[in-house]
């Protein structure tokens, strides 16, 4: 039996039923037929051309008063949507009137529905990309936050400004009930003494308290009871209004500290609540030690910061959540020990291990460091980039791509605040922090600043691609509940202004102008408003002659007969 060859008939036949089938399953190709089709039944019982007609005398009466009026209040509408816009857009990042058509009108007018089965194999697909954005934009503890008595609260009496958010100072409130506390205080062994119970019991209610002199007064009553840790760790935070008392009330934590963990130490073994309450007092003890580096590194005793911070990693190598190391870092880089900065980027610079922008642009410095002395932008376009040139600018373009926003700090094009005591990685808050303690480090570097001066476009999207997963979206929200009301949050990748704002912008503007020639000239202007209105209507007026000479004038009687 003979085949029959792919002749054009069948597939023809099957365009034109799928054409038929999408046009008789549109709703607005239905409605705009059936539209037609009354116009043309109803022109005559309407007398929808003696309407026009009468239309058109309507608008050769009207005064140039009467276009004054009608574009001066377009003018004031419009600008008035403007302003709301431009509102909207500058709080939520998102136009107003995009946000309801896309959510409300867009269903309405047949448009796909997210939850459709259709979109089920593109939203799995997706959820890892998704995941991954939630694990970006989590908040994390910053490993050189400052002392809140004294400097913080220094700043608020000199400025009257708060430099930390509510948001920011409950994370840390968290935190400390973390560390700090333990759900098996009430249980501790029999040898210890009632007061230790009561001086435990207190610190949980202090660390809890949200008015900065209760949590003061709580911890002086602890003290007043026993010898107690954290309620020095609190009064070191809070109470001392300089580095030196700070360091005082962090000499008494580490003496009491010491003893509770070697105590702990020995019963950690009998028990979950005992190795509750060694955790407990490991997580105070690395604490107090890490505290009395950063007191020495901010007195001047750089030496004896690095040498504390190096015993204690070595003491506790698997408590990374304080991220010592980069304490370590900015240490390392103001006595110009370069040759240990990058021994220490070799064991955490690992694709395995968390980024932060202080191991990225660290990096990037010491590359930079090999060559800025001698580069010249207009001696490498010339010549082209040698190698240690390339990877230099390799460096630096990772290390933008993994924070956009650190360029405008460093290059000064943006003004510092205090960084907060969280941070978001990858985000302003990060980029801040950085910042704040690592600029005079690069401007220590001769040259380094014109190398990363080629990356000051930024915030606008790079070209290149990406060597980290894409920048998430959620870093806008979580920066503004991080940083004070007073910064301008930095936003990567800029948003361009949207469709609507643009185009109230302009029917603005351009009914302003025809307000304003209308009142000035207002007899040219009404005839330009009658050759366009005329214009307007021809087409109209044209398609209804056609209308009426195709259909019959007695249709209608026929369909009433019916």
Same mark, same amino acid.
């Given at each position: 039996?003979?085949?029959?060859?792919?002749?054009?008939?069948?597939?023809?036949?099957?365009?034109?039923?799928?054409?038929?089938?999408?046009?008789?399953?549109?709703?607005?190709?239905?409605?705009? +037929?059936?539209?037609?089709?009354?116009?043309?039944? %109803? =022109?005559?019982? @309407?007398?929808?051309? !003696? #309407?026009? $007609?009468?239309?058109?005398?309507?608008?050769?009466?009207?005064?140039?008063?009467?276009?004054?009026?009608?574009?001066?209040?377009?003018?004031?509408?419009?600008?008035?949507?403007?302003?709301?816009?431009?509102?909207?857009?500058?709080?939520?990042?998102?136009? +107003?009137?995009?946000?309801?058509?896309?959510?409300? %009108? =867009?269903?309405? @007018?047949?448009?796909? !529905? #997210?939850? $459709?089965?259709?979109?089920?194999?593109?939203?799995?697909?997706?959820?890892?990309?998704?995941?991954?954005?939630?694990?970006?934009?989590?908040?994390?503890?910053?490993?050189?936050?400052?002392?809140?008595?004294?400097?913080?609260?220094?700043?608020?009496?000199?400025?009257?400004?708060?430099?930390?958010?509510?948001?920011?100072?409950?994370?840390?409130?968290?935190?400390?009930?973390?560390?700090?506390?333990?759900?098996?205080?009430?249980?501790?062994?029999?040898?210890?003494?009632?007061?230790?119970?009561?001086?435990?019991?207190?610190?949980?209610?202090?660390?809890?308290?949200?008015?900065?002199?209760?949590?003061?007064?709580?911890?002086?009553?602890?003290?007043?009871?026993?010898?107690?840790?954290?309620?020095?760790?609190?009064?070191?935070?809070?109470?001392?209004?300089?580095?030196?008392?700070?360091?005082?009330?962090?000499?008494?934590?580490?003496?009491?500290?010491?003893?509770?963990?070697?105590?702990?130490?020995?019963?950690?073994?009998?028990?979950?609540?005992?190795?509750?309450?060694?955790?407990?007092?490991?997580?105070?003890?690395?604490?107090?030690?890490?505290?009395?580096?950063?007191?020495?590194?901010?007195?001047?005793?750089?030496?004896?910061?690095?040498?504390?911070?190096?015993?204690?990693?070595?003491?506790?190598?698997?408590?990374?959540?304080?991220?010592?190391?980069?304490?370590?870092?900015?240490?390392?880089?103001?006595?110009?020990?370069?040759?240990?900065?990058?021994?220490?980027?070799?064991?955490?610079?690992?694709?395995?291990?968390?980024?932060?922008?202080?191991?990225?642009?660290?990096?990037?410095?010491?590359?930079?460091?090999?060559?800025?002395?001698?580069?010249?932008?207009?001696?490498?376009?010339?010549?082209?980039?040698?190698?240690?040139?390339?990877?230099?600018?390799?460096?630096?373009?990772?290390?933008?791509?993994?924070?956009?926003?650190?360029?405008?700090?460093?290059?000064?094009?943006?003004?510092?605040?205090?960084?907060?005591?969280?941070?978001?990685?990858?985000?302003?808050?990060?980029?801040?922090?950085?910042?704040?303690?690592?600029?005079?480090?690069?401007?220590?570097?001769?040259?380094?600043?014109?190398?990363?001066?080629?990356?000051?476009?930024?915030?606008?999207?790079?070209?290149?691609?990406?060597?980290?997963?894409?920048?998430?979206?959620?870093?806008?929200?979580?920066?503004?509940?991080?940083?004070?009301?007073?910064?301008?949050?930095?936003?990567?990748?800029?948003?361009?202004?949207?469709?609507?704002?643009?185009?109230?912008?302009?029917?603005?503007?351009?009914?302003?102008?025809?307000?304003?020639?209308?009142?000035?000239?207002?007899?040219?202007?009404?005839?330009?408003?009658?050759?366009?209105?005329?214009?307007?209507?021809?087409?109209?007026?044209?398609?209804?002659?056609?209308?009426?000479?195709?259909?019959?004038?007695?249709?209608?009687?026929?369909?009433?007969?019916?």
């Amino acid at each position: 039996m003979a085949e029959a060859g792919p002749g054009p008939g069948p597939g023809w036949l099957e365009q034109l039923k799928s054409c038929f089938a999408w046009s008789g399953t549109s709703p607005w190709t239905l409605w705009l +037929f059936a539209l037609l089709c009354l116009a043309g039944v %109803l =022109r005559l019982p @309407l007398r929808i051309s !003696d #309407n026009l $007609s009468t239309v058109s005398m309507f608008l050769n009466t009207l005064t140039p008063k009467f276009y004054v009026a009608l574009t001066g209040t377009s003018s004031l509408i419009s600008g008035l949507i403007l302003i709301f816009e431009w509102w909207y857009f500058r709080k939520y990042g998102t136009s +107003f009137i995009e946000q309801v058509s896309v959510s409300h %009108l =867009r269903p309405l @007018l047949g448009g796909v !529905d #997210n939850n $459709s089965p259709n979109n089920s194999n593109t939203s799995n697909g997706d959820s890892d990309s998704n995941r991954q954005s939630v694990s970006e934009c989590k908040v994390w503890r910053n490993p050189l936050n400052l002392f809140r008595g004294a400097e913080y609260n220094r700043y608020t009496w000199v400025t009257g400004r708060e430099p930390l958010t509510y948001y920011d100072m409950n994370l840390s409130a968290q935190d400390h009930q973390t560390f700090f506390t333990c759900d098996t205080d009430h249980l501790r062994p029999a040898d210890a003494s009632k007061q230790m119970n009561s001086c435990q019991e207190v610190m949980q209610k202090a660390w809890r308290e949200r008015n900065p002199q209760a949590r003061i007064s709580a911890a002086h009553e602890a003290l007043e009871l026993n010898e107690c840790a954290t309620a020095y760790i609190l009064l070191a935070e809070e109470e001392a209004t300089t580095i030196v008392e700070a360091e005082k009330l962090f000499k008494q934590a580490l003496k009491a500290g010491e003893g509770c963990y070697r105590r702990s130490q020995q019963l950690q073994h009998h028990g979950a609540q005992y190795e509750a309450q060694h955790r407990r007092d490991t997580n105070v003890l690395v604490y107090i030690k890490r505290r009395l580096a950063m007191c020495a590194r901010k007195l001047g005793r750089t030496r004896e910061a690095v040498k504390m911070m190096r015993d204690l990693m070595k003491e506790f190598p698997l408590l990374s959540m304080f991220n010592i190391h980069e304490n370590l870092l900015e240490a390392l880089l103001e006595l110009q020990a370069y040759a240990d900065v990058q021994a220490v980027l070799a064991k955490y610079d690992d694709i395995s291990l968390p980024k932060s922008a202080t191991i990225c642009y660290t990096a990037a410095l010491l590359k930079a460091r090999a060559v800025s002395d001698k580069f010249s932008p207009e001696a490498a376009s010339r010549r082209g980039l040698s190698t240690a040139e390339m990877n230099a600018v390799e460096a630096i373009h990772r290390a933008v791509e993994f924070n956009p926003h650190v360029p405008k700090y460093l290059l000064e094009m943006k003004s510092l605040i205090l960084p907060p005591e969280h941070i978001l990685k990858r985000g302003d808050s990060e980029a801040i922090a950085y910042a704040f303690f690592h600029l005079q480090h690069w401007k220590r570097v001769e040259g380094a600043l014109n190398l990363l001066h080629s990356f000051r476009m930024i915030p606008y999207p790079l070209e290149k691609g990406h060597l980290f997963y894409p920048y998430p979206i959620c870093t806008e929200t979580a920066d503004r509940e991080l940083l004070p009301s007073f910064h301008e949050v930095s936003v990567y990748p800029k948003k361009e202004l949207p469709f609507f704002i643009l185009f109230t912008a302009g029917l603005c503007s351009f009914t302003a102008m025809l307000a304003l020639l209308t009142h000035q000239f207002p007899e040219l202007m009404g005839v330009f408003a009658k050759a366009f209105l005329s214009t307007l209507f021809a087409p109209l007026n044209f398609v209804m002659e056609k209308v009426e000479s195709i259909l019959p004038s007695s249709l209608w009687h026929q369909l009433t007969r019916i």
